[in-house]
């Protein structure tokens, strides 16, 4: 098929030139600049990120200490729910190594381990949600003892 100033096909020659040919005697008028908007308001967190990235594994927990004492997220709430997440998760390994010892004596208390893992998974559930309202309720049995033992970290 023979090619027309490049075009293999002709007709669609003819709808390019008719659409990018101007007209000298149009004029055409300067468009107005788009309007000035403001910028979308920022959603202020308030330490939220932190105290949720606290209880997310141990990789999570250490971004979470890096950004609380990197300048701007330094906030209560956030220092708040490390304490509690280090709380829980001291409470946890403190009380998987006792049920290990244990049940090496008496052996039907190998049971209780998934239970224990179970219990934890709820206590972590609870410390999330808590983070994610931007509350400051302390995790049950577990809380008031990691406040009281780390008190003043991470502030």
């Known amino acids: 098929m023979a090619c027309v100033h490049g075009f293999r096909y002709p007709h669609l020659l003819y709808i390019y030139k ?58 209560r709430l956030g220092a708040f729910h490390l304490r509690q997440a280090l709380g829980l998760f001291i409470m946890y390994i403190a009380g998987l190594f006792l049920l290990m010892i244990i049940s090496m004596v008496m052996w039907f208390l190998w049971a209780l381990i998934p239970i224990w893992g179970l219990c934890a998974f709820v206590f972590l559930i609870l410390g999330i949600v808590n983070a994610a309202n931007g509350q400051e309720k302390p995790i049950p049995l577990i809380g008031g003892l990691s406040e009281k033992m780390l008190g003043n970290a991470f502030n």
């Open 18 to 75: 008719k659409h990018t040919l101007m007209d000298p005697n149009q004029q055409y008028q300067q468009q107005p600049p788009p309007p000035n908007y403001p910028p979308p308001p920022q959603a202020a967190d308030n330490g939220k990120t932190v105290a949720i990235l606290a209880y997310v594994t141990l990789i999570g927990f250490i971004i979470a200490i890096i950004m609380h004492t990197s300048g701007t997220n330094k906030t």
